[in-house]
């Protein structure tokens, strides 16, 4: 055991029979007997019995070693004696190392006096009734499978793949301390926590002490190999595999720094969330563990079961992804030279369909959940709605200039300048001049308001980290032009610039969703007449016809979008679409060495893949 505490002894109904003669109460050798064994003491408790004292001693010892139990304490029950015999019941309270289970039961053992000192008659049924000759205590513990995280019709996002689970036969080692010095020098864990599994653990059946994916069982093996009488069994399962990873988030296993940092103790078979939906559902998804003393024979056959813990399955978190889109945003991406994401909104009610992800270098794109970007010019859908509202008509003439001065700032625009623009050919072209130009209409407050009204800077109800965006109130002519422009400290994340398509197209303002079953979000109105957002529609439709936003244009159902490139280092550049197509409202990034629009082409792929 791996403690042992003061002794609790009860006597809560010592019973004598009448007529037991001169002979002293039994009561002293069972209360001595009780304390020895409780505190340790296992030879001082032998030699109390009629037993061979050393086998008695490590019979006692091995006890609840054997069900790898934190402590035990005993209470005498009753005591009734009849002349020279005696029999003697107990109460035992057996913490075992799985956390929170308690295994009580009720024993009993004869004692005889011999020459007026009374003496235990030996047997197994003195630690449990339930023991022959030859038989022990053995703990079995068995997790339930994970619980899935599902796509919106309830399938696994969590895909088959192969683990390898590191064990032993516990019958077949030659010094299991050894064994579990060497494993626990490895990888981390508890020794002695090792050591308790493997020797409550049946003997002859294989006991997993580690589960590993392919890559960590690659790196650790070459070391784990070495301890003795280790093997490994290679196994099938859903737990570390995802279509939409950064979503569901990763799953770690007995070694995973997560358990470790809080403190827990070491169980074969648990696995812990360490990141997105999974850390966030860990107590919904893990389940609870069914635990049982059982009694084995001298075979290492289960002979009955003492008592159970039956555990419970873990419950499944359902969101609302669409496997369908979320494997088409996968493909999408898979066939661009560039890092980029993709994210998916159904605009009639804040539902995340697709969360898509493309990693190539080691500087990592931020979570298209909680990342936070220049937008660039895609921002201008908002600014484009803050200027019509101040009734900017679209036909308004503004020319496109390379370069512009506003509050003592210079602007600059590459692309194919024009004499002969409007608010409207000026949106399509992304010509950011223009909107800095045109930023001497609004106030600070102004465009603001409108900010405000696309839910940035608003509250998300994600249960993982999300950024629905920020912009502090510009504080004077250049930095409200910037801000029109998506710069000067304008940040979104792509699931942030995908809800402000969804508004547009939806004319209603939503949170998003990702959680199926909830609530449904509150909505609101966009501050906007219907013709200033049918007019805001048109540029869009606009852009993507004529404009910068082309390449995302499709056969069929219209596509509404707007485009921008963000340079983000000396030769390399973010170009977004955000935009929509029926009811999905989408925003796509990607990285790239030129200021090509590579994500409108992006954008377009996957929507024409959904359909």
Same mark, same amino acid.
């Given at each position: ?84 015999? &005696? ?7 057996? $913490? ?107 003997? $002859? ?58 403190? =827990? ?18 107590? $919904? ?88 970007? =220049? ?95 920020? =912009? ?114 989408? =925003? ?9 629009? &590579? ?13």
């Amino acid at each position: 055991m791996a403690a042992v505490l003061a002794l609790v002894v009860a006597a809560l109904a010592v019973g004598f029979s009448t007529g037991f003669g001169g002979e002293e109460s039994a009561e002293p050798a069972v209360e001595a007997f009780l304390l020895d064994w409780q505190q340790g003491k296992y030879a001082q408790a032998a030699a109390l019995t009629d037993g061979n004292a050393d086998r008695v001693t490590a019979q006692l010892a091995a006890a609840y070693t054997d069900v790898d139990a934190t402590n035990a304490f005993f209470a005498m029950k009753s005591v009734s004696q009849h002349g020279s015999t &005696a029999v003697a019941k107990y109460q035992a309270t057996v $913490d075992l190392a799985q956390p929170g289970e308690q295994w009580t039961y009720t024993g009993q053992f004869k004692l005889t006096s011999v020459s007026g000192q009374w003496v235990i008659d030996w047997a197994p049924q003195v630690i449990n009734p339930g023991l022959a000759a030859g038989d022990r205590l053995a703990i079995l513990t068995s997790f339930p499978q994970r619980a899935q995280i599902t796509d919106m019709n309830g399938q696994p996002l969590v895909g088959e793949s192969a683990d390898y689970h590191i064990g032993v036969y516990p019958a077949r080692l030659a010094n299991e301390a050894a064994t579990a010095k060497k494993f626990s020098s490895v990888t981390g864990l508890d020794e002695q926590q090792v050591l308790g599994e493997i020797q409550a653990a049946p003997p $002859d059946s294989f006991l997993s002490l580690l589960t590993l994916q392919p890559n960590a069982f690659t790196a650790q093996w070459p070391h784990l190999d070495k301890v003795p009488g280790l093997g490994y069994m290679r196994r099938t399962e859903r737990l570390f595999v995802s279509l939409a990873q950064q979503t569901v988030g990763d799953v770690g296993t007995e070694i995973s720094p997560v358990l470790r940092a809080e403190g =827990a103790a070491y169980q074969p078979g648990m696995t812990v969330g360490q990141s997105g939906l999974e850390q966030t559902y860990q107590d $919904d998804l893990v389940g609870t563990p069914t635990t049982s003393v059982v009694v084995l024979n001298s075979a290492g056959a289960t002979v009955s079961t003492l008592w159970s813990s039956p555990g419970h399955a873990g419950t499944p978190v359902q969101t609302t992804l669409s496997t369908k889109d979320q494997k088409a945003a996968v493909a999408a991406l898979a066939d661009q030279p560039g890092e980029g994401e993709i994210v998916a909104v159904d605009a009639r009610n804040g539902d995340v369909r697709a969360l898509a992800t493309r990693q190539l270098g080691a500087t990592r794109l931020p979570s298209a959940l909680s990342g936070k970007l =220049a937008p660039g010019m895609s921002f201008s859908i908002v600014s484009a709605a803050a200027l019509l509202s101040n009734h900017i008509p679209e036909n308004e003439p503004l020319p496109c200039q390379p370069t512009t001065t506003v509050g003592g700032v210079t602007f600059s625009y590459q692309a194919a300048a024009s004499s002969s623009s409007t608010f409207a050919s000026d949106f399509a072209a992304g010509c950011g001049t223009a909107f800095a130009t045109l930023s001497r209409t609004l106030s600070a407050s102004q465009l603001t308001s409108m900010e405000r009204a696309f839910g940035i800077g608003s509250s998300w109800n994600l249960k993982v980290p999300s950024f629905s965006g920020s =912009a502090s109130t510009a504080s004077g002519p250049a930095d409200l032009a910037a801000q029109t422009i998506g710069q000067s400290g304008v940040l979104m994340s792509p699931l942030g610039m995908a809800m402000v398509a969804a508004e547009v197209d939806a004319g209603v303002g939503r949170s998003p969703e990702l959680i199926a079953g909830g609530p449904p979000p509150a909505d609101w109105s966009v501050p906007l007449s219907a013709t200033e957002l049918t007019e805001l529609r048109q540029l869009m439709r606009l852009a993507v016809v004529s404009g910068a936003a082309h390449p995302a244009e499709l056969r069929g159902v219209q596509v509404y979008g707007q485009a921008g490139t963000v340079k983000s280092g000396p030769h390399s550049y973010l170009s977004w679409f955000v935009g929509y197509r029926g009811v999905v409202a989408v =925003a796509a990034i990607e990285t790239g060495t030129t200021a090509d629009q &590579a994500a409108a082409a992006l954008a377009g792929a996957f929507l024409k893949a959904i359909g």
